[in-house]
């Protein structure tokens, strides 16, 4: 987490309150909630269906109006457009255009954020590899399956290498396999400085990336603060070691019932089920087993692993970079004379005289190609004397002084 004395995201009192038609409230989705997103951490925003989640997470973004309160994402409005180019988003349903293939999907959201040819379509092909797509790139996206999608809608949310992604159930649909991967990302990406909102049913999820989390029932924060904080039960007392024999146990049983006066309960851990999974799925994938879906994804792009400039900084050194480079030296090229305007026209008025006077060279062609050619000759007469005034009087103006010479 990196220390800083702005917030990516603060807000303070922020409520959304949907009215009906004569303007009664009708809903309160959100009420005075106050957020503070620091950069470099990964923030969960927990709650049931209905909490208000969905809403905080379209007023951050400025795509609904708050009904009261201050919203602030990298110390400014949230509808500014500077504020929205360091911002990638997933929603939570992967609005995506149906009859673009992957490599057309994210080209287009590329364009969308002016980035050069050159440098979108390297990140395209480091995106897909990273999401396991690269060999399904050239399907439509309409036969995409829903974990698929998530997937290309989560390489799209990176293809600007955002400083605040929001994701907004991001392993909804998807695999064990791809759940682990999604998971494995999210913690890479904060560990290399970027600032995440995570909002998700699956708690478990939440509690493997996160560093802190705040819980909305009703639209209210309910819960806020550090996830060890939260999670810590000071009840309980955990021991871990290697297997013990009987005896071992038998005589760690009564030293604790005789000091403390308690019993102990022994237990035997097991693998977890996703572990087992993930394990049969990997083997699977080093046999070279042929498969229709997603594979196991890359490495994390070089461009999303550098920590990213800010657009005020990146024109800085740029500018200072220019002002550095001397001026060039000016290049003096010989051009030879051209022809005159009357010679020019008096080139392009014989040109036109000897077409009307034998075949074209197409017309040589054509007739080579063994293609049907009307001859000049069965031409109407007027039409034929009719080019050739033409020609006449263009030969004629040609010849004739200009004014003043």
Known sequence: MVDSAEPVVQTAGLCKTFKDFWRRPRVHAVKDLDLTIRPGEVFGLLGPNGSGKSTTIKMLLGLLYPSKGRIAVFGKPP???AVKARIGFLPEESYLYRFLVAHETLDFYGRLFRIPGKIRRERIDRLLDMVGLRHEAKRPIGEYSKGMARRIGLAQALINDPEFLIL???TAGLDPMGVRQIKDLIRK????GKTIL???HMLADVEDVCDRVTVLYGGQQMAAGDLETLLA????????????????????RRLIRRLEDKDIGVSYPRNRL??????IVRDAEAADVHTSGARGGGELPAFLAKPAETGAKALLDSLISAAERPAPEPILVETPAGPTDDEAARTVVDRLA???DGPRETDQVAETAQETIIPAETLGSREVEADRGVIDSLLGDADKPEDGA
């Not at 990406?189 to 290399?192: A, F, K, R």
Request: charged residues 35%; hydrophobic residues 30%.
């Open 189 to 192: 990406l904060g560990d290399m």
């Open 274 to 279: 996703e572990d087992f999974f993930l394990t």
């Open 79 to 81: 509808t500014d457009v």
């Open 168 to 170: 907004d159930e991001p």
């Open 198 to 200: 995570l909002s998700s």
């Open 233 to 252: 039960r000071q009840d309980k007392t955990l021991i871990t070691t290697d297997s013990l024999s009987e005896e071992t146990i038998d005589q760690v």
């Open 354 to 356: 000897r077409e009307a």
